[in-house]
């Protein structure tokens, strides 16, 4: 079968895959969102200990591979605690950590490129330090962080593919499937990637959009 | 009763002792001109009243509020009353020049958006901006930027204004502009203590110039007594330098 009718009859299949490889990349991205930020602020504390805790949490997350954070999750944890865990419950949590760890990075980066004098001007005004962090540090960390945020969402939506060999029907195991069936691997693992290619691509656009949009000020006059 | 009362304060950064043993008490009303040279302490000196540095002993009172050993609330409230102006302007580049000034008022629920606002273009009629209410910071030049930042402090309603070298990091021919918005401010009675190494607005203006050398005050007076009369070998060869 040619590539049009490979498509045309997997059409359905394929797009259930890609269904659920963007659901776990929003998903993991929301979860991972709010962790990066708790952690990240906490790796800009004053406190030592804080400080050490989120430090402990990155270096966990950057120090091992995505695919061995996965089989500690789905198998590790369950093996150890007598329970079973549903393969996209798993999947979320090893995508939330995974992505959340690099995210604090991208977070403390932010923050730690702001002007020192910035967070002294604010609380020189009577401002307390999380008002000063949240109307004053973080709207200015948040633009210069978002192309590596950007570059973060790429990533954990390429990384979905790592989750197929826990048994997630995303797009990459929906294309293993479908192979298993007719022997056309060439064919299939070329439509894979170009729907990855084209998902990624959109987001590119829209994402650079946001950017020029988000430039100071000029928007606004 | 002194507006601002320090005793016995000391100030090190590691091994590096950098204020030693300051006593200084200003009063209601009063213009202070902290002058000396660089590595003086008298910027620390300055960041120590609004505890931007934190002292390592000695007391500090701000209108009778002990700044030295107060909880962060406590000294969230006091710094209400204490603005500050620094070298680097430190505006909000991303608000306007109206939001700037009334972002505290606003966000410490002081004010209505409303109230706020209207205070906000007052205060930028009083330094001469009104105009430029509603454009970034980066679009101003340096001279304008420093007069929205002592907009942005009265905009809190200080007793007390701290001025950490406002103009030394103004193009030549924007300095006037600023010093002017100091001088009415001091007309007007504000209470305000500025390192500077403006000589001329500290002799014009200063009702007390305080001479900092090696973390400690080595002279003080009056203006004509200190820049006409100095009395120690240090201030007299500091003065030759920059005089």
């Known amino acids: 079968m040619s590539i049009p009718e490979l498509i045309v009859q997997n059409w359905s299949r394929l797009l259930g895959g890609l269904a659920m490889t963007v659901e776990l990349t929003i998903i993991s991205l929301i979860i991972a969102a709010v962790l990066g930020l708790t952690f990240g602020l906490l790796s800009v504390s004053k406190k030592k200990t804080l400080r050490a805790i989120a430090l402990v949490y990155v270096d966990i997350v950057r120090g091992t591979p995505l695919l061995v954070q996965a089989f500690f999750i789905y198998f590790g944890i369950p093996a150890a605690l007598g329970l079973r865990l549903d393969p996209n419950m798993a999947g979320i949590i090893t995508l ?8 604090a990075e ?18 020189s005004l009577g401002l307390p330090y999380s008002l000063a962090m949240t109307k004053v540090i973080l709207p200015q960390a948040i633009r210069t962080m978002t192309p590596a945020l950007i570059n973060q969402c790429i990533i954990t939506l390429k990384d979905t593919s790592i989750l197929s060999i826990i048994g997630i029907q995303e797009l990459t195991q929906t294309g293993r499937l479908i192979i298993a069936n007719n022997y056309q691997a060439f064919e299939m693992w070329t439509i894979v990637a170009v729907m990855y290619f084209i998902i990624i691509m959109i987001l590119t656009k829209i994402s650079k959009r946001i950017e020029r949009k988000m430039s100071y000020g000029k928007s606004k006059n | ?31 202070i001109c902290i002058i000396g040279p660089s590595g003086s302490g008298k910027s620390t000196l300055l960041r120590c009243i609004n505890a931007l540095e934190v002292s390592s002993s000695g ?98 309603n200080p007793d007390v204004m701290l001025f ?24 007007e009675g504000m209470t305000m203590i500025v390192v500077t190494h403006e000589m ?44």
């Open chain 2, 200 to 243: 001329g607005f500290a002799r014009e203006v200063a009702d007390r110039v305080i001479f900092i050398d090696e973390g400690f005050i080595v002279e003080e007076g009056p203006p004509q007594e200190v820049f006409g009369n100095p009395k120690n070998q240090r201030t007299i060869n500091f003065l030759n330098m920059v005089l």
């Open chain 1, 106 to 123: 991208i977070f403390r980066g932010g923050i730690e490129s702001v002007n020192k004098g910035q967070m002294e001007a604010a609380r």
């Open chain 2, 59 to 156: 007391t500090i009172e701000v209108d009778g509020n002990d700044i030295t050993n107060a909880a962060d609330n406590e000294l969230n409230k006091y710094r209400q009353n204490i603005g500050m102006v620094f070298q680097q302007f430190n505006l909000f580049p991303h608000m306007t020049v109206l939001e700037n000034i009334s972002f505290a008022p606003v966000a410490l629920k002081l004010k209505t958006k409303k109230e706020a606002d209207e205070m906000s273009l007052k205060l930028l009629r009083r330094v001469d901006l009104e105009e430029k209410a509603n454009i970034y910071p980066e679009q101003l030049s340096g001279g304008q930027q420093q007069r929205v930042a002592i907009a942005r402090a009265l905009a809190m």
């Open chain 1, 96 to 103: 939330s950590m995974n992505a959340g760890g690099y995210l």
């Open chain 2, 164 to 187: 950490d070298e406002p103009t030394s990091a103004l193009d030549p021919e924007m300095v006037g502009e600023v010093l002017n918005v100091m001088k009415k401010l001091a007309k």
């Open chain 2, 1 to 31: 009763m002194g507006k601002v009362k320090i005793k016995n304060l000391k100030k090190s950064f590691g091994d590096l002792e950098v204020l030693k043993d300051i006593n200084l008490e200003v009063h209601e009303r009063e213009v």
